[in-house]
């Protein structure tokens, strides 16, 4: 195996136009099994295939390109640095996209081994070189230097590199090229705090972060709205919530969301502050965020009766994010007449007008009408069953009909509100009372694609998993069901004795 390598290797090395013996290196190498390929090349010098990075010839340069990424990657990341540092290097330089990406992928490597890491923090050209990738034209080049960089901050000495050198230099330098590159750079900022309060208080320390906090109220509101997204980026992890709160950036929010009714461009960046305290409420509780910033639950309502559908939407993902939990369903039913006239525009929604917002209401009321089994109080059982009747005088009628509309989307988003009620008592009662209701949970004729035969299958195993299915559907529906879900979710009825699982 080496030696047909080697012999490959030489064969290129020996010819003027090489594309087809690359060619050739790359299928054989591709036929070799990673951990096999690691002895057949540990002991190969590559100095031919660097070499043939240097050319015009796209095509030669991306054979190259991939075989590199494959060689490389069964190497060690010591063996990797210890031999081919200059090579990286150079690739962090070169003119073709492909050969950036793939120096800064395998240098990413090389920096989440605690050995080899060393080799690439004592080199301050290779981190310049990397930090300088954040402001190429290419966006891939850019998100690898920013993933890469990144790694380089789970150890204090990275962290101390980053911030405590030179590097921070380079770092505001290539902020200050443009909009664009200084939101690419506070990219790499928010992600490196994310990784532990020890890095946050480095990034905070150097400032950067507090010159993206000052972005949140600037003139440009386009700039805001990245700003936001930011935000609630970092706000992700327990401890960038703290510092978020230490600096009043949660009261600060809130005041944006209500000085945006005087603000005729609030429409930019409304969406994000309020994806920003629904991330909140799921991460910490819905009941505090929703107390303490009450604008922000008034805000939700209002962009869910409101007729831009962008507005719409976001709502309607919010009201699904919250009512995911059960603290969450609470707060809503708290609200009384408010959230009922929500609920109300969801089915309206739900049942007419353009398939994403159609999609993206009935996603919303199957997390609100979700309840698991270790949550059925009789309260709970009694909340969920009052807003699905909500929905119409005769729900059950109106959520199968959109299931029989030929949109894939649609009848998938059907199917999950009626496995959002399969587990709850009152739901199968329904079923039960819905005549032929049962058959079309058992037809497999419905709905051809996998994506809907998936939906079906987990709207049947919830059924059969519920303790009082049995009971209330009766054993030889219940039997039924356990049939399905021992035939799997592909099962042909039109050959009983034939299971084709995995088909579409």
Excluded at 181 to 189: D, G, M, P, Q, S
Aim: glycine share 6%.
């Amino acid at each position: 195996m080496a030696a047909t390598i080697q012999s490959l290797l030489e064969e290129i090395s020996g010819v003027e136009d090489p594309v087809e013996e690359l060619q050739s290196l790359k299928t054989a190498l591709l036929a070799i099994p990673l951990s096999a390929l690691r002895e057949a090349v540990s002991g190969q010098r590559l100095n031919v295939i660097f070499s043939l990075l240097c050319s015009n010839d796209r095509e030669q340069v991306e054979l190259c390109v991939d075989i590199l990424e494959r060689i490389l990657l069964a190497l060690s990341p010591v063996h990797l640095v210890q031999n081919y540092r200059a090579e990286l290097q150079g690739g962090l330089t070169h003119p073709n996209e492909t050969v950036k990406i793939l120096a800064l992928t395998q240098i990413g490597r090389v920096v989440e081994h605690p050995e080899a890491v060393t080799e690439i923090l004592n080199n301050q050209d290779i981190l310049r070189e990397m930090i300088l990738c954040i402001k190429e034209e290419k966006m891939s080049v850019a998100k690898q230097a920013i993933h890469s960089l990144s790694k380089i901050s789970h150890s204090k000495p990275g962290l101390d590199k980053l911030f405590k050198s030179d590097l921070l230099e380079v770092v505001k330098d290539v902020m200050s090229t443009s909009d664009i590159i200084r939101y690419r750079i506070y990219e790499l900022v928010v992600e490196i705090s994310s990784v532990s309060p020890i890095s946050l208080g480095y990034c905070a320390n150097s400032g950067l972060i507090s010159r993206l906090l000052s972005e949140l109220t600037g003139d440009d509101v386009l700039i805001r709205a990245t700003a936001i997204e930011m935000v609630t980026t970092l706000a992700h992890s327990q401890h960038g919530r703290q510092y978020l709160a230490q600096q009043g950036i949660m009261d600060k929010i809130s005041n944006m969301i209500r000085g945006a009714e005087t603000d005729p461009f609030s429409s930019l960046y409304l969406p994000g502050l309020v994806k920003f305290y629904g991330n909140l409420a799921i991460m910490d509780s819905p009941q505090q965020v929703c107390e303490a910033y009450p604008a922000f639950l008034n805000k939700v309502f209002e962009m869910a009766l409101n007729p831009d559908p962008a507005m719409i939407g976001v709502a309607l993902d919010t009201l699904g994010l919250l009512g995911s939990t059960v603290e969450g369903k609470q707060v809503l039913q708290k609200t009384g007449q408010q959230f009922k006239a929500v609920f109300s525009r969801m089915s309206q929604l739900a049942g007419s007008g353009a398939t994403e917002l159609r999609v993206r209401s009935l996603d919303a009321i199957s997390q609100l009408l979700t309840l698991q089994p270790d949550h059925q109080t009789e309260d709970l059982l009694s909340l969920t069953e009052s807003w699905f009747q909500l929905l119409s005088n005769k729900p059950m009628d109106m959520i199968r009909s959109i299931s029989t509309q030929p949109f894939p989307e649609l009848h998938c988003g059907a199917l999950r509100i009626f496995t959002a009620i399969a587990n709850q008592p009152w739901g199968q009662k329904m079923m039960m009372n819905t005549p032929g209701f049962m058959e079309f949970v058992l037809d497999r004729s419905t709905g051809q694609t996998k994506e809907a035969k998936d939906a079906k299958f987990e709207l049947v195993g919830s059924l059969a998993a519920s303790s009082t299915a049995a009971e209330i559907l009766g054993s030889q529906n219940y039997i039924r069901l356990k049939t399905y879900l021992r035939e799997g979710p592909y099962y042909v009825t039109a050959v009983a004795s034939v299971s084709t699982e995995g088909a579409d």
